[in-house]
Nanobody, 120 residues
Framework: QLQASGGGLVQPGGSLRLSCAASGFTLDYYAIGWFRQAPGKEREGVSCIASRDSIIYYLDSVKGRFTISRDNAKKKVYLQMNSLKPEDTAVYYC???????????????WGKGTLVTVSS
């Protein structure tokens, strides 16, 4: 089971840190990623970190603003989001994959989402 938290309302230019807590499976066997879905849009892969931290993926529109990290001992993955923009508004989902892949069809486990709203 994956549970995302840390979402909320933030002004443009602000920051949020999302957390993903895993339970019931061995986190370090999987690549862990974040997907998001904005109203009326398809889900898209935002970022992903492989099990050995050797591969990290970022959506082009978040590069330089978002940072993903993981702590296997604590079974947690984090997404630090800085310089947030209104177009980052979406429900963010924590997911587990065999390997990092921006396609939602490659997700093995979906966690419950957390809403991020960027608005003044």
């Amino acid at each position: 089971q994956l549970q995302a938290s840390g979402g909320g309302l933030v002004q443009p230019g602000g920051s949020l840190r999302l957390s993903c807590a895993a339970s019931g499976f061995t986190l370090d066997y999987y690549a862990i990623g974040w997907f998001r879905q904005a109203p009326g849009k398809e889900r898209e892969g935002v970022s992903c970190i492989a099990s050995r931290d050797s591969i990290i993926y970022y959506l082009d529109s978040v590069k330089g603003r978002f940072t993903i990290s993981r702590d296997n001992a604590k079974k947690k993955v984090y997404l630090q989001m800085n310089s947030l923009k209104p177009e980052d508004t979406a429900v963010y989902y924590c997911v587990a994959q065999i390997a990092c892949n921006p396609s939602p069809y490659s997700v093995v486990y979906w966690g419950k989402g957390t809403l991020v709203t960027v608005s003044s």
